[in-house]
């Protein structure tokens, strides 16, 4: 209140946004005409817009809204588990999540802050049911050709809640998980894991524990393995006697912290193979 933003912001043409920006009513979800109703009067309470749309105070008062929806929100787009970069092609691949949360400002309270205003809540927003506010891919990875500033693909990143009771039934093709999802791509192929939960607000039931091997030129699956948990960190790989290893660090609230490891069998020499899996703790 009182402020005023910057009457121009940056906003880059090429390459385009590798995830959503705004909320809008073509934005929200849409499996069905009822779910659809749910979500708009959801938004109803709040402020929401194109980028840069800043936090609102919350108000009671006729008009007043309980803050203002952001997205990708402050758990989402990309995160630390970072992007792989290609060298050879020029191809940035780019896991994030589209994972709408609320920002708003509540007044201060003199025998806490000489602020007028302060940071109030900020947090995942979602139907009532537990489905997402707005339309999949929920995790997303983008293939950006930075060559010609274009998006080459875009695929979703695991099933995502499409097993959820009220749309189950619609046989939905995969949404994609909301969370911190790990790459690494190599000459051949591009790896990703779903990601765990560990640490991140994302919807009840996100989350994965599968590890997928990419076509990194078209973005179809050609071999995945579920783990006993999710990642929890970035992927690495290493080469030792010959044999070239796959590693990643999985963990969660059920399971202990470990570091699994995937090789090739020995003596392969053709990456069509699905690896074998070898469990280090």
């Given at each position: 209140p009182g402020e005023k933003t910057s009457p121009t912001q940056p906003?880059?043409?090429?390459?385009?946004?590798?995830?959503?920006?705004?909320?809008?009513?073509d934005d929200l979800?849409?499996?069905?005409?009822?779910?659809?109703?749910?979500?708009r009067d959801v938004v109803g309470h709040y402020k929401h817009g194109p980028l840069f749309t800043p936090p609102s105070v919350v108000s009671d008062e006729p008009g007043g809204t309980r803050g203002t929806i952001q997205l990708s929100g402050s758990v989402g787009g990309a995160d630390w588990t970072g992007?792989?970069?290609?060298?050879?092609?020029?191809?940035?691949?780019?896991p994030s999540m589209t994972n709408p949360f609320v920002a708003n400002l509540i007044p201060g309270k003199s025998e806490e802050t000489n602020l007028r205003y302060r940071a109030g809540d900020r947090r995942l927003i979602q139907l009532p049911n537990g489905l997402p506010l707005i339309k999949p891919p929920y995790g997303r990875i983008t293939a950006i050709d930075l060559?010609?500033?274009?998006?080459?693909?875009?695929?979703?990143n695991g099933d995502g809640p499409r097993n959820h009771p009220l749309v189950k039934d619609l046989h939905l093709p995969p949404l994609g998980h909301a969370v911190r999802a790990a790459?690494?791509?190599?000459?051949?192929?591009?790896?990703?894991?779903?990601?765990?939960?560990?640490?991140?607000?994302?919807?009840?039931?996100?989350?994965?524990?599968?590890?997928r091997a990419?076509?990194?030129?078209?973005?179809?699956?050609?071999?995945?393995?579920?783990?006993?948990a999710g990642s929890?960190?970035?992927?690495?790989?290493?080469?030792?006697?010959?044999?070239?290893?796959?590693?990643?660090?999985?963990?969660?609230?059920?399971?202990?912290a470990e570091f699994v490891a995937f090789a090739l069998p020995a003596g392969t020499r053709t990456s069509q193979n699905s690896p074998e899996g070898l469990r280090y703790r």
């Open positions: 906003f880059p043409t090429k390459p385009p946004a590798f995830d959503r920006q705004s909320v809008t009513d979800i849409d499996f069905t005409p009822e779910l659809r109703a749910m979500a992007a792989a970069f290609d060298p050879e092609t020029a191809m940035l691949y780019v060559n010609r500033g274009e998006i080459a693909w875009t695929v979703p790459p690494l791509v190599t000459r051949t192929l591009l790896f990703v894991t779903e990601g765990d939960q560990v640490n991140v607000r994302t919807p009840p039931g996100g989350g994965g524990r599968k590890i990419f076509d990194k030129a078209t973005g179809t699956i050609v071999w995945e393995y579920e783990m006993e929890t960190g970035t992927l690495m790989t290493y080469l030792h006697k010959g044999r070239q290893y796959l590693v990643v660090a999985i963990g969660g609230q059920n399971h202990p």
